[in-house]
């Protein structure tokens, strides 16, 4: 690397590098926090398995815009083909799981795109983003590979990353950034696990008449260990010889309090990675009407932005530029449960005459239809004016003055000798 490290600037990013020997991100608690032992924690591994599990099954389509502004999907197109089977042991839904899984255990995720000699994309081939060291050159981004020893032009990787800040060249590690909670989360349990593990009873001093020796001492204590100790010897009858005393040793206020803060910290947990509460089993303030509304925060708070920076790699890297195509995860499966309130709403638009059916199902990414682009006019809806002019041509004249005939001559000579 010393070649590299005078090519490229100081500012470069190093991901994970001796995180794995030292074991982890030391913490206040005593426990070390890394990518790996962090999945031990119940709620962080309920948490990145349902944002994985969510995306995965997601359909990842490839969409193209015709000149009439209409979308159809494109199921023949190379990069859908490349997106159903990236490589020959992983599927669709793997690759994705895979890429979420890093994003939220390292903040980064890293596929090489391999291809022919003519320049098509064969394959897409994870890296381990613990292996991946992003170096910048004059605004150029590269990234090399520590086992190989390759270093790869930006072109050549597809880099979904997370948060970033500075230059937004990586990602931030979320673990390395929350290491204090989840360590806080780790200790709870394994005191949990001990205490519980004691029979859910605090220790217990045995009182000797007499000072022991060494021997007496390791002696006694292994066979009141094997015999009394742990849950599966609860209960068990003591029998004390030799003046042999028990004093049963107060619980704490902490080891009391331990399930509260298993509580807090599951809480804090499941706002790190956006996940409603109900979600990773947490049902001490779900209600019949909340559970819905965080259901629908769900997609729009933690899963979409996850969907948007995906695709939008996807799109920059895999689809030419020049092209009207671009991939697009389809959501509908998501939001299902809110589906009646969108075609009310589209329905609204249709009846009021500002959206077509094919409008509307351009907006639900479907073919339109022939027939399609006419505008409805409501008939107890219109303009005032229009109104009127309707009125005055199909209405009567308004009712004239009868025009009084000319008399006649004799009438005329009547009138003159009656005078």
């Not at 937004?168 to 929350?178: R, T």
Request: aromatic share 8%; charged share 20%; proline share 6%.
């Amino acid at each position: 690397m010393g070649f590299w490290k005078k090519l490229f600037n100081s500012n470069t990013t190093q991901q994970g590098l001796g995180i794995a020997a030292q074991g982890g991100y030391p913490t206040n608690a005593g426990e070390y926090i890394n990518a790996d032992n962090a999945l031990e924690i119940s709620t962080v591994y309920a948490c990145v398995r349902v944002i994985a599990d969510t995306i995965s099954v997601l359909p990842l389509h490839v969409f193209k815009v015709g000149p009439d502004d209409s979308r159809t999907r494109d199921y023949s197109h190379p990069v859908r083909k490349l997106l159903k089977r990236p490589n020959p042991w992983m599927g669709e839904a793997e690759w994705k799981s895979l890429t979420v899984l890093h994003l939220l255990l390292r903040g980064n995720a890293y596929w090489f795109i391999r291809r022919d000699a003519s320049g098509v994309t064969t394959a897409l081939l994870p890296l381990a983003p613990d292996d991946v060291e992003v170096l910048s050159f004059e605004s150029e981004i590269f990234y090399h590979h520590r086992p190989s020893g390759i270093t790869y032009l930006a072109e050549d990787i597809l880099h979904f990353k997370g948060l970033s800040i500075a230059e937004g060249y990586v990602g931030l590690n979320p673990i390395a950034y929350h290491r204090q909670t989840l360590g806080e989360a780790k200790a709870a349990g394994r005191h949990a696990a001990a205490l519980l593990g004691n029979a859910a009873r605090p220790a217990t001093a045995v009182k000797v008449p007499n000072k022991l020796d060494e021997p007496s001492f390791k002696r006694l204590r292994d066979q009141f260990a094997a015999a009394y100790q742990g849950a599966a010897n609860a209960g068990k009858n003591m029998i004390l010889d030799n003046g042999m005393d028990i004093v049963p040793l107060q619980m704490t206020n902490d080891d009391m309090q331990y399930l509260q803060t298993r509580q807090l910290t599951r809480t804090e947990i499941a706002a790190l990675f956006r996940v409603p509460p109900h979600k990773v089993g947490d049902l001490s303030r779900a209600t019949f009407s909340n559970i819905e509304h965080q259901s629908r925060e769900f997609l729009s708070d933690c899963i979409a932005p996850w969907l948007v920076r995906i695709t939008q790699e996807i799109n920059h890297k895999l689809l030419a530029a020049n092209e009207k195509i671009y991939a697009e995860f389809v959501t509908d499966a998501l939001v299902m449960a809110d589906l009646l309130s969108r075609y009310q709403a589209y329905a609204i638009g249709r009846q009021n005459g500002w959206l077509s059916a094919n409008d509307i199902r351009v907006k639900e990414n479907m073919n339109k239809i022939d027939g399609g682009d006419a505008y409805l006019i409501p008939l107890n809806m219109t303009k005032a004016s229009d109104a009127l002019q309707q009125s005055l041509k199909t209405s009567p004249p308004p009712n004239k003055p009868t025009p009084k005939p000319a008399p006649s001559e004799a009438e005329d000579d009547q009138d003159d000798a009656e005078d």
